[in-house]
């Protein structure tokens, strides 16, 4: 189990910035694909949907229900397409690192899920915070999210920042470790089918079962991460929060 990540290290001045290759280049496919979904499901709309069209569509109401579950349409609407991105990114994601999972070059491992990587779900988790903050700035004006802060009492306001850290942490966390520990587990499994014909027989069910488990995982843990963005940005930009 014990691999190396490629890395590629900018020097800016006197401060180095380390980019882990295999996590820039499994971002970068996440996004081709999604790019390819949507692309391939809205070239040629048709009144009666059919195929990957009728596969968007769906996924269009899904999220819609989200949003609508959380906050009004007329408020929530402006973030459909956010939570289409979401979704379909984080899905895409985290499934990627089933298919090929562990294929290492020179002891570099350079296929994995970019969502086991914490660098990348914090990143998600951060953004979501700034969006948050500048809807609810943006919506309700810097005199009320302010205000927020200190409801209902004012001697909250430590307990309110420290809410809003923990919110981050743990959006971004737990998906993280949800994906990173099935990969492991994959990893594990690998290795005693290695290990001699015993164990590769001995490991096929066990392999086979996790691999399903991983694929539900992987859709659940994206829907909740859009669920709770969802959460998130309702509790700034809602009258009724």
Known sequence: ????????????????????LSTVLM???????????AFIST???????????????WVMDFVKGIIKSNMDWKTGGRFHVLGITLI???????????????????????WKSPTADPVVT?????????????YGIKLRGTGHYVKTFFQPMSFLFPLKLIEEFA?????GLRLYCNIYAG????????????????GFVGAIIPTMAW???????????AFIFTMLTMVYLSHKVSDDH
């Not at 971002?27 to 390819?36: E, R, S, W």
């Not at 070239?43 to 569509?57: A, D, H, I, V």
């Not at 090929?100 to 070059?105: D, E, L, T």
């Open 1 to 20: 189990m014990e691999h190396g990540a490629p890395t590629w290290t900018l020097e800016l001045g006197s401060i180095p910035i380390t980019f882990n």
């Open 88 to 110: 379909m990114f984080i899905a895409v994601a985290n499934l990627l690192g089933l298919p090929f999972s562990g294929i290492y070059i020179y002891g570099d491992l350079w």
């Open 122 to 134: 914090l990143t998600l988790a951060s953004m979501v915070t700034v969006l948050a903050t500048y």
């Open 211 to 221: 691999l399903a488990f991983s694929i539900f995982i992987g859709f659940i843990q």
């Open 27 to 37: 971002l970068l496919i996440t996004a081709t694909i999604v790019f390819l979904i």
């Open 183 to 198: 990969e492991i587990l994959l990893g594990l499994l690998a290795v005693l089918a290695g290990g001699s014909v015993l």
């Open 167 to 171: 919110n981050t942490l743990t959006l």
């Open 43 to 57: 070239r040629n709309l048709k009144l009666k949907p059919t195929g990957m069209q009728n596969f968007m569509e």
